[in-house]
């Protein structure tokens, strides 16, 4: 069964950094990879992708904040936050184009971990 699992949500105030992993297992890891959020009450958003290249694109809101990477020898992906804000709460996912870049969609999914921010 296609796992992606994510972690490192939690609780912290403003200006805080966290980060957040998401694993694969067995499968479901991919050279096109995605994190999105869903805020209370909105719909879900992108927040940063990455391709096969490792060329990396980012929502305009958290630009100089948010850095996705990944390590393909432990297939993972990470989320590293720095300058937290409220408006950053949220359920963050991470996401996948399984079992390669040429999907047009992204098919596999993470059960989500919570991000809040306080005041």
């Known amino acids: 069964q296609v796992q992606l699992v994510e972690s490192g949500g939690g609780s912290v105030q403003a200006g805080g950094s966290l980060r957040l992993s998401c694993s694969a297992s067995?499968?479901?890891?991919?050279?096109?990879m995605a994190w999105f959020r869903q805020a209370p009450g909105k719909e879900r958003e992108g927040v940063a992708t990455i391709v096969s290249d490792g060329s990396t694109t980012y929502a305009d809101s958290v630009k100089g904040r948010f850095t996705i990477s990944r390590d393909n020898a432990k297939n993972t992906l990470y989320l590293q936050m720095f300058n937290l804000k409220p408006e950053d709460t949220g359920i963050y996912y991470c996401s996948s184009k399984y079992p390669n870049c040429l999907r047009r969609d992204y098919n596999y999914w993470g059960q989500g971990t919570q991000v809040t921010v306080s005041s």
């Open positions: 067995p499968y479901g890891y991919s050279y096109c």
